[in-house]
């Protein structure tokens, strides 16, 4: 259909038209933010590829403050040249990224200054809103019990279980200590705790090892080093992810989280925030229809410019 506009009716459509415009344009001042929040393009760190949903900004979204644009617990801070993932315990260097099967590999780096018995410091913790998890099927877990003193016999290790490792506990070092892979932990219902100074535990990658080498006491004296420094696999878990972060993600957006892991906006490229999602303009109108309204707008501009003729220059 042609759509054949007389004159006289053009200054008043025109004015309709300039004024829906315009308030797209200011809606969209209000809901803006900093595109520079958001990996669109990835970058290699510490030769590992950096992209969302993984972020190293932090920023206002819609007003809540350091709120992010990617998954809770995903911030990764580049330093040096190596890529660290911020965990609540602290900082672990990131050896690989699997966008795949959504799996990152860890390790702590107090593990890796070359003593002969590495040990770490504390147990690995995630901040509650954080979407990390273990996934059963590659985690193992070495536990640390230092510095026991028994005082009773009741479930108590052998002395040939501990390990000659010399952690360095301080100076009232004087018990003894020991290296388990979990599922070998004798008397696992005892409250070690008691008998300890400290009882930490290192999510290590399955290895398959037999329990034969486990009581080799080359592994308790320091071979576990090696699982501790091949670290550990963490993934995330994509069922936290709500539909309307799908439907984001759907429309190439990128979906924004806030401090206490709320989803809270849907964050499109150029630094426009979709409503719901980013095929829709800010005030909620199609694209699409915004396209046309401009074209319709240019339309009458060159019809303006022409002279006293009817023009048709629209068809649908
Ligand atoms: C995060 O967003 C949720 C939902 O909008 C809100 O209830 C919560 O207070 C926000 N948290 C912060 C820290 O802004
Ligand atoms: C991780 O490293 C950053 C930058 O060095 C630091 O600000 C932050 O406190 C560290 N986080 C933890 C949990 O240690
Ligand atoms: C997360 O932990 C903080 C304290 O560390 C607590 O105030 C908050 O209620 C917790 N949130 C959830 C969802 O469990
Ligand atoms: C020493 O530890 C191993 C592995 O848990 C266990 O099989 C064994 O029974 C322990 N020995 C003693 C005497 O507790
Ligand atoms: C570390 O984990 C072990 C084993 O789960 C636990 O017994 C210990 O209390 C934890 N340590 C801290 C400081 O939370
Ligand atoms: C993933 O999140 C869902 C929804 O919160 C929860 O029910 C499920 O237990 C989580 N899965 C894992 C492996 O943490
Ligand atoms: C985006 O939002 C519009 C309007 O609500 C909806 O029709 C469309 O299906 C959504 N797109 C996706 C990918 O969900
Ligand atoms: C945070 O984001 C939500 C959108 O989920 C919004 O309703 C709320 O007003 C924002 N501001 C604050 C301070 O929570």
């Known amino acids: 259909m042609d759509l054949l506009l007389p004159h006289h009716r053009l200054p008043l459509l025109l004015a309709i038209l300039v004024a829906a415009s315009s308030h797209g344009a200011s809606s969209s001042g209000d809901d803006g933010y900093d595109a520079s929040m958001c990996v669109r393009q990835p970058y290699t760190c510490g030769g590992v590829s950096i992209k969302y949903p993984f972020y190293s900004r932090t920023g206002a979204l819609l007003g809540n403050s350091s709120s992010y644009c990617g998954y809770p617990g995903l911030e990764i801070q580049c330093e040096e040249g190596q890529a660290f993932l911020e965990l609540q315990s602290g900082n672990y260097t990131i050896s690989r990224i699997d966008y795949n099967d959504l799996t990152v590999r860890l390790v702590d780096p107090e593990v890796l200054d070359g003593r002969s018995c590495p040990r770490a410091d504390h147990n690995v913790t995630f901040r509650n809103v954080s979407w990390l998890y273990y996934p059963s099927t590659t985690v193992d877990y070495v536990l640390f019990f230092l510095n026991c003193n028994f005082l009773s016999d009741l479930s108590r290790p052998s002395n040939s279980n501990s390990t000659a490792c010399k952690f360095d506990v301080g100076q009232e070092s004087t018990g003894m200590s020991f290296v388990f892979l979990e599922q070998d932990v004798p008397y696992p219902n005892t409250n070690w705790w008691w008998w300890c100074s400290d009882v ?19 592994w308790k004296n320091g071979g576990y080093g090696s699982s501790l420094r091949d670290g550990f696999q963490l993934a995330w878990n994509q069922s936290q992810k709500l539909q309307a972060c799908h439907q984001c993600e759907q429309s190439e957006g990128q979906c924004g989280y806030n401090q206490t892991g709320a989803f809270v906006a849907c964050l499109c490229s150029g630094g426009r925030v979709g409503h719901p999602n980013c095929t829709t303009d800010p005030s909620g109108k199609p694209l699409a229809a915004l396209v046309l309204v401009s074209q319709i707008a240019a339309g009458i501009a060159g019809c303006f410019a022409s002279t006293h003729r009817t023009v048709p220059f629209f068809s649908l």
Do not use: A, E, F, Q
């Open 200 to 218: 930490i535990k290192v999510p290590v990658l399955k290895s398959g090892l037999l329990s034969d080498s486990r009581n080799d006491p080359t």
